[in-house]
């Protein structure tokens, strides 16, 4: 497959811009490749620079859930712009909007958009800290939420694939207040909280961890953490910027049957655009200024194109028989992987919660960081190249999710399985 023109941009593009990328994950450096430069996309299909066409899983790291380009998104932004693309003042579309995400998630009686996920779990967490008037926070190792400075501590995604968990340029004194316990290990979260009793504002976790590839939450994990924090005056939030709208319309918590406290959302819920959501109980949202005096605010928050492709998307997702269908072609591919990968005779660990799946090249189980960081890097590596040669664009990475949406097709999958026979094949 000749990439010419995706590595002349690549090297074009890493004079102006640190690494080549706008964010580290898109870089094939764990792989050993330079990246893809992408043209355009549609459904289920991306075509890089050079004219190649690959079916995506990767789906802009999880918003395109309807699939790309799709035309109800495309009308409803394309109308937006007619009027014009952002006013900093409120519209109509904002409230639209905040009403689905209420109606849709259990735990949120008021929500306030930002414009990624980042500002969300860093908002979400100034707000838990306002409102409980305690420092400390707690995560898990190998959960992301963003490059906020107390969440890059132990990180996942990109900071664990490059190696830094724990960025440099985080003063230690912030770090300091971010305590990190393993995931789906209850004794972990309790030994925290004993040690650092009445300090901790809030547990954040990931309720399916999607950033060390895709681990779900083991039996009595998540309820585990409901029941500490009301014991201990600690709230829990659920970051579905990853789940949200994802594992079901009301994410992993009504999946789940677990009630969070707090919860931020993103990817879909901006239909491609730039999107973060945070949203919870109303008596913690009031706290936010102006009806409170926590602030946080944003010049292009609540910005009409992406209200209305969100608007737009949700929209797709509310139709009958969404979830079913989106879960049955989830469940084929995965499953068809993973059998592939039998036949061939290499062992691989398939995980999968609803449309988001992973292929952990490990004979272990896999159910925290210490599990998945111990998979054979350079395994993924050579299989992710191969798959890339067979038309198939997953993520760079072992610790990443791949994505299913709504316009993969039989044959799409039928092709993946194939390409993932031929390459296990090759790497036995
Ligand atoms: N939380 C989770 C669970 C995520 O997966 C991500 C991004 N992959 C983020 C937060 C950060 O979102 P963003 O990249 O939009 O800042």
């Not at 995706?6 to 050993?32: D, E």
């Not at 925290?192 to 060390?212: F, Q, Y």
Request: hydrophobic content about 40%; charged content about 20%; proline content about 5%.
């Amino acid at each position: 497959m000749n990439h010419t023109r995706s590595s002349a941009l690549f090297q074009q593009a890493k004079a102006a811009i640190p690494g080549g990328v706008n964010s580290p994950v898109r870089a094939f450096k764990s792989v050993g490749a330079d990246p893809l430069f992408i043209k355009k996309a549609a459904g289920s299909a991306i075509y890089d620079e050079d004219g190649n066409a690959f079916v995506d899983y990767v789906g802009s790291w999880g918003p395109m859930i309807v699939g790309h380009c799709h035309p109800q998104v495309i009308e409803a932004v394309k109308r937006t712009m007619d009027n014009g693309a952002s006013f900093g003042a409120p519209t109509e579309q904002e409230t639209i909007l905040a009403g689905m995400v209420i109606e849709a998630v259990p735990s949120i009686e008021m929500v306030r958009m930002v414009s990624s996920g980042t500002e969300a779990t860093m908002s979400a967490i100034r707000l838990a800290r306002g409102y409980t008037g305690r420092d400390n926070i707690l995560k898990f190792s190998g959960c992301y939420h963003g490059h906020a400075d107390s969440l890059l501590v132990k990180a996942g995604s990109g900071a664990a694939t490059f190696g830094v968990p724990d960025s440099p340029g985080v003063p230690a004194d912030f770090a300091k207040h971010t305590l990190t316990a393993e995931y789906n290990s209850l004794d972990s979260v309790r030994k925290l909280v004993a040690e650092n009793k009445g300090t901790i504002a809030c547990i954040i976790v990931e309720p399916v961890a999607g950033n060390m590839g895709t681990v779900p939450p083991r039996e009595g994990f998540l309820e585990g953490l409901r029941e500490i924090c009301t014991n201990e005056g600690i709230i829990l939030i659920f970051d579905e910027v990853m789940s949200g709208f994802r594992v079901a319309y009301g994410g992993a918590q009504s999946l789940f049957g677990i009630t969070p406290d707090m919860t931020t959302l993103g990817k879909i819920i901006g239909g491609g655009l730039p999107v973060g959501a945070f949203g919870g109980k109303r008596e913690i949202m009031e706290k936010l200024s102006p009806s409170g005096g926590i602030y946080q605010a944003g010049t292009l928050s609540g910005n009409p194109l992406a209200m209305s492709a969100g608007i737009a998307t949700l929209t797709l997702l509310k139709q009958p028989g969404f979830y079913e269908k989106l879960e049955e072609k989830s469940r084929q591919v995965a499953e068809g992987i993973a059998a592939a990968a039998k036949t061939a005779g290499y062992p691989i660990y398939s995980t999968r919660v609803g449309s988001m799946f992973c292929a952990f090249f490990s004979k272990n189980e896999v159910h925290d960081w210490p599990t998945a960081s111990a998979c054979d890097t350079k395994a993924f590596a050579t299989y992710f190249l191969a798959m890339l040669d067979e038309g198939i664009y997953l993520a760079p990475s072992q610790f990443e999710t791949a994505f299913v949406s709504a316009a993969h097709s039989d044959a799409d999958i039928e092709k993946t399985i194939a390409a993932a026979a031929k390459c296990f094949r090759l790497i036995a």
